[in-house]
Nanobody, 115 residues
Framework: QVQLVESGGGLVQAGGSLRLSCAVSGTIFSINAMGWYRQAPGKQRELVAAITSRGSTNYADSVKGRFSISRDSGKNTVYLQMNSLKPEDTAVYYC?????????WGQGTQVTVSS
């Protein structure tokens, strides 16, 4: 059974940093990409950053230069380093693993940035 467990969320002041982790347990075949998404109240879930199985990355324009996604294949873990956080980054952050038959999701972790 596949499980994605996020950690590292919390409350931080504007300008601060957080590092999110997503540990994947179980076997997933044919992973296309691993990514971080976020959903703020009243808004749709949006892609924040993703990393493909080959290591290519892409970011939402709103986080470019501030966030960095990385992956430890040996630990089957994906990270999101978030720097220079802004109040508009406040959301529930979800880890997602895109594979041949769909997407696995984590339960989400709350990130709150105070001004």
């Amino acid at each position: 059974q596949v499980q994605l467990v996020e950690s590292g969320g919390g409350l931080v002041q504007a300008g601060g940093s957080l590092r999110l982790s997503c540990a994947v347990s179980g076997t997933i075949f044919s992973i296309n990409a691993m990514g971080w998404y976020r959903q703020a109240p009243g808004k749709q879930r949006e892609l924040v950053a993703a990393i493909t199985s080959r290591g290519s990355t892409n970011y939402a324009d709103s986080v470019k230069g501030r966030f960095s996604i990385s992956r430890d294949s040996g630990k089957n873990t994906v990270y999101l380093q978030m720097n220079s956080l802004k109040p508009e980054d406040t959301a529930v952050y979800y880890c997602g693993v895109d594979w041949a038959r769909g997407t696995y999701w984590g339960q989400g972790t709350q990130v709150t940035v105070s001004s």
